[in-house]
Every structure is written in C-alpha cells, then in structure tokens.
C-alpha cells in the first residue's frame, strides 16, 4: 500500500516535469525568435485547495477556455433564458450557480476532450468540475484561494 501511494506522488511530480520542461522549451525557443510567451505553471503543488491548484496548473489552457468559451457561453442567449427561468423559480442565487455550474460543466467538457478524443478524458473534465464546485460549496474560501 505505501508503495501506491508512493508510486502516485512521484507520478503527479513526473506530470508535472514532463510538463513545466516541455513548457521551458518551448518558451525558450519563442524568446530566441523575439516572442515572449505567458508563464504556465505557478507553484502548482502550493496551493491550498483544489481550485487553487487548477488556476495554477496550465494557466494559459485555462484563461483560452475562460475567455473564448465560459464567457462567451455565460452570455448567451440560452444561459440567460435558463437563468431568469431558474431565478422565477429558485431565486438569484440558484440562478447564478446553476448558470455557472452549466458553463464550468461545458469548459471541463471541453478540457477533458482537448486532453484526447476519448471519452475518458471528457469523463475526467467532468469529474474535476464536480470537485472543484464541491470542494468551492463546502469551502467558499476556496473560491477565494
């Protein structure tokens, strides 16, 4: 047992080397040509909470998704008309959770799937939308962190 669970750990660590190194590369590649590119991790094993950890994983992937899909879906028509439906019948603050909840639902979805054209990955973006929402109720400092 203590062998998985140091197999896991040491996992999560090579994930993110592979990543954080391809990621140097290429940024050091984009320097020599004159293009400075954003930062893409920050410190992700430092966070405190689950959402905290994603905001600092793989920055760039989740501000695209934040501002050519969440955004955009939120103020939709369709988002909108579900919200007044919900506020009639639940009031403002389901209203905003639910809307926000479909459009988080929609962007890890989208993650998942961008992952690989398998439905394991859309799975696993589903799953990790469903922490992050649970772990942000039961905790609404992490939503903050």
């Known amino acids: 047992m203590l062998e998985i669970g140091l197999a896991t750990a040491l996992f ?29 991790f920050r410190h992700p094993f430092f966070a ?29 028509r369709g988002m909108l008309r579900l919200g007044r439906a919900v506020k009639k019948r639940l009031g403002y603050r389901a209203s905003r959770g639910i809307t926000a909840f479909a459009g988080l639902q929609c962007v890890w979805f989208l993650i998942g799937l961008w992952h690989g054209p ?19 109720k039961v905790s609404p400092a992490c939503a903050r962190a």
């Open 12 to 40: 999560m660590f090579q994930i993110y080397a592979d990543f954080s190194g391809c990621m140097d590369i290429v940024a050091g590649a984009a320097e020599m040509l004159g293009i400075a590119l954003p930062m893409n």
């Open 48 to 76: 405190r909470s689950i959402p905290d950890f994603w905001r600092r994983w793989h920055v760039t992937l989740g501000a695209f998704f934040r501002d050519y899909v969440f955004y955009p879906l939120s103020a939709s």
């Open 118 to 136: 398998y439905l394991k990955y859309a799975f696993t973006g589903i799953y990790f939308c469903v922490v992050i929402v649970v772990t942000m």
